[in-house]
Nanobody, 125 residues
Framework: QVLLVESGGGLVQASDSLRLSCAAS????????AAWFRQAPGKEREFVAA????????YYADSVKGRFTISKENAKNTVYLQMNNLKPEDTAVYYC??????????????????WGQGTQVTVSP
């Protein structure tokens, strides 16, 4: 079992930057890929970015390409989401997730079986 603890959310202004962290503990050797999803009020949860544990390959939603960067620090089993040039439409609860399977699409919920508690990101105009 893997446990995830997220941190780094907050209130910022448009065009500001913010970095989210997701620390994994437990059976981290089983992680195949990690991702960030987000859910805005009244909307469905959506994929933001993913990173593959073995080679750090990355995958992004079109809405964040060029602004967000996902990375990981192996020694700390921590995944980061660097968010630059934030926009009000980025306001959401951000969730970290990890999965042990290579099946399912990287941007789909089914690829991930462990989720963090979520951290709020609010971007004011």
């Amino acid at each position: 079992q893997v446990l995830l603890v997220e941190s780094g959310g907050g209130l910022v202004q448009a065009s500001d930057s913010l970095r989210l962290s997701c620390a994994a503990s437990g059976r981290t050797s089983e992680i195949y890929r990690a991702a960030w999803f987000r859910q805005a009020p009244g909307k469905e949860r959506e994929f933001v970015a993913a990173i593959f544990w073995s080679d750090s390959g990355q995958y992004y939603a079109d809405s964040v390409k060029g602004r967000f960067t996902i990375s990981k620090e192996n020694a700390k089993n921590t995944v980061y989401l660097q968010m630059n040039n934030l926009k009000p439409e980025d306001t959401a609860v951000y969730y970290c997730a990890v999965g042990a399977t290579a099946y399912f699409n990287t941007n789909g919920f089914n690829a991930y079986n462990t989720w963090g508690q979520g951290t709020q990101v609010t971007v004011s105009p």
